[in-house]
């Protein structure tokens, strides 16, 4: 079978002929062409009279379900045709294939499924990847499967085609690839810049734009905007405010297929329209009539953060070589005009291209799809980017709890069955759970539910939502039962009859183990298991709640918001995690008492399910416990004597001085490391106050040793020997240095200056006034003596006459009295 002859010129038609030569010789290519040159549905026809493709399929791969649908419709025509027959696809819920079937269109996720299912993929000739350089992660799980495939079988055909890639990157990873180019065809395109105000919504200001259009040119308009939400709001802007000649659509991933079909079909004589989508419209899928695009530039990703183990979706400006394909939809027919809602300086700043989802999402799927074929090392496989460690390793935590993984990373049965579900892990395990309660379909629905945005209405509570869902009759909430059945099926389950809202907490806690949440004390504040707070709307019924488990989170770590949730009850955790909860008893310090008590407390993660307190038993270890709590409150809680601290002072001090190995014996030191000094002598004491000096004493001879301390003794004295027969303290926890307070006429007639340490270091001296208040300090003792001690005597004597005050102090004998009275 071959291509009919009778088409319209395409740019691909120029290297067609290259291309089969290089599959026929090598097996491996890799094809870049611009949007409009006609790769998506030129190539695989091409490829049907190809001798290698013998009987076999040629499997095409679809970043979306509308594009698989959409090209294998095409291709169909071309060979006039109806789907299902040469030409079919297969995508979530739907299949149009027959035994007749020789190209596949399938969405990437249906591929990874089948080449995990059977790694030769016996029956097919060629794989070809289509539109890759969106780099989902299912692209590129497939492509990297596909090389180790390539192992098997020499036979398999690669094909990597894109519109705009790093051909030549790709290449080096394919051995044996060689990268052919095709031109597009595109017509001259006119670019319009209309800056945004920066203060003002997006929505108004697109509105805004689309009837500047509508007014300014002909034909139908394609607009792009983030998400659907957006989407709707500008839906809202202009109604009642376009011709009525004029159909204003929206286009997005997760809306009916009728709708999405009325959408991309061609509009009837003498209509125009305007089509509202997200990035889904931008490679892959021709909406025929455009010639003029509104680009809001900004588009919707999903960011996973390991840090939180969770996807939040965020709405980022598009990168430039997702801005060029934007704009040349308005170029594929006839001459266009694009209007880009930004001004012209910033095009050159935008990023230039989008990263590899591979390096930005949860990589839970995958890391459980390739266990399930014993790889466990992503280096193991030919990714072209490799999985960050951290997000693996995330995946590979979240998927122990989920049962799916055993401690050494192997996969379990359960894991196992998990694998063989095409839904998200998480779900699976609940789907999978649920048939121990004979309720699947509420379990099945709840995750359908789940992976269909806006389905059951937007109420955060998820029971409101399933109740809701259940009498709604719309095509959506149609659809997302008939995957509830279809999953319900695959985890071999009759789907049974009823639903029960009051379950959805019970089988929504089996997927979501590390969100279970407690409140945390304010009315609509939770923490949840992983140690993360959140918080929703304190007027929300949820907010009363003792337990929910949440399902979507949004914004920053430190201020979370509870998108949707559901509730949850004591006994129900209790039967799910029991084999999870840990009973611990912990010790803690009272501060009121000043003692330690015990906390027997049973634990979930990081919620506390129930605590009692009590006294202390002989077997705990409470001394390690008050050491602890002795370090945190501070060392100079304990009852001191005033020996010991001078004792302290000077080991301190020689510690900073000499160093070892005088120990530093400062608050500051004697606080690290909780304190553990003291926990051989404080025994089995519980309380602070049971602490006594003579167990500071014990643990400081520890510290200091008797012959630290006779050394001590010598080189730093606790006293000095005054002239007057005094013995007056040393003071070495003053910031200045050892210093000696005292009186003048204690040290009359000393005419050299006090020392210590074998007279290495000199003591600052203070002398004090009558009053014990200082009048002066010196290094230099003798000096004071000869030099400013008369002028300090002669303005003290008249103050204190009883005191003795003689010109020359070096002569004067020492004293520690006064003049007797009438002298």
Not at 101 to 130: C, H, K, N, S, Y
Request: proline share 7%; net charge neutral.
């Amino acid at each position: 079978m071959r291509m009919p002859s009778a088409l319209p010129h395409l740019p691909i038609d120029d290297v067609l002929p290259l291309l089969r030569e290089c599959l026929s010789n090598s097996g491996r290519a890799v094809l870049v062409a611009p949007p409009g040159a006609g790769k998506t549905t030129r190539v695989p026809l091409a490829l049907l009279g190809e001798a290698w493709r013998a009987d076999s399929r040629v499997i095409v791969l679809e970043p979306r379900r509308l594009a698989a649908r959409g090209a294998a419709r095409q291709m169909a025509q071309l060979l006039g045709e109806t789907v299902g027959e040469t030409v079919g696809y297969r995508v979530r819920l739907e299949s149009r294939v027959s035994a007749r079937t020789r190209i596949e269109v399938v969405t990437e996720g249906v591929f990874t499924r089948m080449i995990l299912d059977d790694p030769e993929l016996p029956g097919v000739a060629a794989v070809l990847f289509d539109e890759f350089h969106e780099r989902s992660l299912d692209a590129d799980l497939g492509l990297a499967l596909a090389l180790d495939t390539l192992a098997l079988r020499d036979d398999l055909r690669v094909l990597v085609m894109s519109a705009t890639l790093d051909g030549a990157r790709i290449a080096e990873r394919i051995d044996g690839a060689q990268v052919i180019e095709a031109t597009g065809r595109t017509f001259p395109i006119e670019t319009r810049y209309l800056p945004p105000e920066p203060q003002k919504p997006i929505e108004p200001q697109v509105a805004r734009a689309v009837l500047q259009a509508l007014e300014e040119e002909w034909g139908s308009i394609l607009v792009f905007l983030p998400g659907q939400a957006e989407i709707s709001r500008v839906y809202d802007a202009l109604r009642g405010r376009v011709a009525d000649d004029t159909d204003v659509l929206a286009l997005f991933g997760r809306m009916a297929t009728a709708d999405q079909d009325a959408a991309i079909r061609s509009s009837p004589a003498g209509r125009r329209k305007v089509v509202l989508a997200t990035s889904i419209a931008e490679t892959s899928l021709t909406i025929p009539d455009i010639r003029v695009v509104v680009d809001s530039g900004l588009a919707r990703r999903p960011l996973f953060d390991p840090a939180t183990g969770l996807t939040r979706l965020v709405t980022r400006k598009v990168s430039r070589a997702s801005a060029e394909q934007r704009r040349g939809r308005a170029g594929r027919t006839e001459p266009g005009v694009c209007y880009r809602l930004w001004p012209e300086g910033q095009t050159a700043g935008l990023q230039p291209f989008d990263p590899p989802e591979i390096l930005q999402a949860d990589l839970t799927g995958i890391v459980l799809q390739l266990a399930s074929i014993g790889v466990r090392d992503p280096n193991a496989l030919s990714f072209l980017d490799l999985p960050p460690a951290s997000a693996w390793q995330e995946a590979e935590a979240l998927l122990a709890a989920l049962d799916a993984l055993d401690s050494a990373s192997q996969i379990t049965a359960r894991g196992r069955e998990m694998a063989r579900l095409p839904m998200h892990p998480r779900l699976a395990h609940m789907v999978l759970g649920a048939r121990e309660d004979n309720d699947v379909r509420t379990a099945a629905t709840l995750g359908a539910l789940l992976t269909e945005p806006g389905a059951g209405g937007n109420d955060v509570d998820i029971g409101v939502r399933l109740e809701v869902l259940a009498r709604d009759n719309s095509p959506r909430a149609k659809s997302t039962r008939q995957l509830a059945e279809q999953w319900c099926r695959l985890a071999g389950a009759v789907p049974g009859s009823g639903l029960d809202p009051g379950a959805a907490g019970y089988h929504l806690a089996r997927a979501y183990p590390d969100r279970v949440a407690q409140s945390a004390g304010a009315k609509g504040r939770f923490r949840l298991a992983n140690g993360r707070a959140a918080s929703l709307e304190p007027t929300h019924a949820l907010a009363n709640e003792a337990f929910i488990v949440v399902t979507d989170l949004g914004g920053e770590a430190s201020r979370s918001r509870i998108h949707s949730a559901a509730r949850l009850n004591l006994e129900e955790i209790e039967t799910l995690f029991s084999h999870r909860i840990k009973q611990e008893r912990r010790l803690h310090f009272d501060k009121a008492a000043a003692a330690i008590r015990v906390r027997n407390v049973r634990t979930l993660g990081a919620l506390v399910l129930s605590e009692t307190t009590e006294a202390p038993k002989p077997e705990d270890q409470v001394g390690q416990a008050l050491a602890a709590a002795i370090a945190e409150i501070g060392i100079q809680r304990l009852p001191w004597s005033r020996n010991q601290f001078a004792l302290r002072d000077r080991a301190s001090f020689l510690a900073r001085e000499l160093g070892a190995p005088w120990p530093d014996l400062s608050d500051a030191a004697l606080a690290d490391n909780g304190a553990d000094w003291i926990v051989a002598h404080i025994g089995t004491s519980s309380k602070l106050s049971d602490i006594t000096a003579d167990m500071l004493e014990s643990a400081l001879f520890e510290l200091l040793p008797w012959a630290l301390r006779q050394q001590l003794d010598t080189m730093l004295p606790s006293h000095f020997d005054a002239p007057s027969g005094s013995r007056l303290p040393i003071d070495y926890a003053n910031e200045n240095g050892p210093t000696l307070q005292a009186r003048p006429q204690e040290l009359f007639g000393l005419d050299h200056h006090p020392t210590i340490a074998d007279g290495r270091i000199g003591l600052l001296v203070v002398l004090l006034s009558p009053a014990q208040r200082p009048i002066q300090s010196t290094r230099d003792l003798p000096g004071f003596w000869r030099g400013s001690w008369r002028e300090v005597a002669r303005e003290l004597k008249g103050r204190y006459p009883r005191h003795s005050w003689p010109d020359d102090p070096l002569s004067a004998e020492a004293t520690s009295r006064a003049k007797p009275r009438g002298r």
